[in-house]
């Protein structure tokens, strides 16, 4: 089955405690992103991949990093989480920029 | 302005009742048009996608695309409950980084 995961899909931390959110997909797509929605401000992109090793900023990199080095895997790095670094997360992939976007089920990020 | 526009809603349809949601865009080279639904807590998943001005039927669901007027519409006949959801327009740039915006999305709430 085609799908995109992505792990935890649930977690609380504190503030500072360096976490790792995971995503693999099993399309071998090549492009791959990762969003934050928040309530009234929709999805935003937070970085995005075109190829393995080949990572760039979106509109909200900031407190993110990223790392591309399979094609399959996107893990979305949160180094030292704040508050406002509380949203719903969601990893994704097409087979090349512009097309057609699939989403894993989310992640729910709480940072107290 | 905002690249890609949403009317937030929510928008109460009765069922049975055509449910008509807008989307407008700002860069007037935008190639493709996407629309996703959203069920809350859920990741979207796609609907329908259209390239060419003129209208696109599948099943229920229709989508207008008028590039001279830069706006994008579903229209969803015979709604049903099961159609109350969050419904995310998405819009292919046309710059060179041709990437996908979203917009904030509308809620639409089928009344019974």
């Known amino acids: 089955e085609a799908q995109v995961t992505q792990n935890p899909r649930y977690l609380i931390t504190v503030t500072g405690k360096k976490l790792t959110v995971t995503c693999s997909q099993n399309m071998n797509h090549e492009y791959m992103s990762w969003y934050r929605q928040d309530p009234g401000l929709g999805l935003r992109q937070i970085y995005y991949?075109?190829?393995?090793?080949?990572?760039d900023k979106g509109d909200v990199p900031e407190g993110y990093k990223v790392s591309r080095k399979e094609k399959r895997n996107f893990p979305l790095i949160l180094e030292s989480p704040s508050p406002n670094q509380t949203s719903l997360y969601f990893c994704a992939s097409s087979y090349r920029t512009g097309n057609t976007i699939y989403f894993g089920e989310g992640s729910w990020l709480t940072v107290v | 302005q905002k690249e890609v526009e949403q009317n937030s809603g929510p928008l109460s349809v009765p069922e049975g009742a055509i449910a008509s949601l807008n989307c407008t865009y700002s860069?007037?080279?935008?190639?493709?048009f996407f629309w996703y639904r959203q069920y809350s807590g859920k990741s979207p998943e796609l609907i329908m996608f259209?390239?060419?001005?003129g209208d696109k039927e599948d099943g229920r669901f229709t989508a207008q695309l008028n590039k001279a007027s830069q706006y994008v519409s579903l229209l969803i006949r015979d709604s049903q409950p099961s159609d109350s959801a969050t419904y995310l327009c998405?819009?292919?740039?046309?710059?060179?980084?041709?990437?996908?915006?979203f917009g904030s999305g509308t809620r639409l709430s089928i009344r019974p």
């Open positions: 860069d007037r080279g935008s190639q493709s």
């Open positions: 259209i390239y060419s001005n």
């Open positions: 991949s075109m190829n393995v090793e080949v990572t």
């Open positions: 998405a819009v292919k740039t046309g710059s060179s980084a041709s990437k996908i915006i």
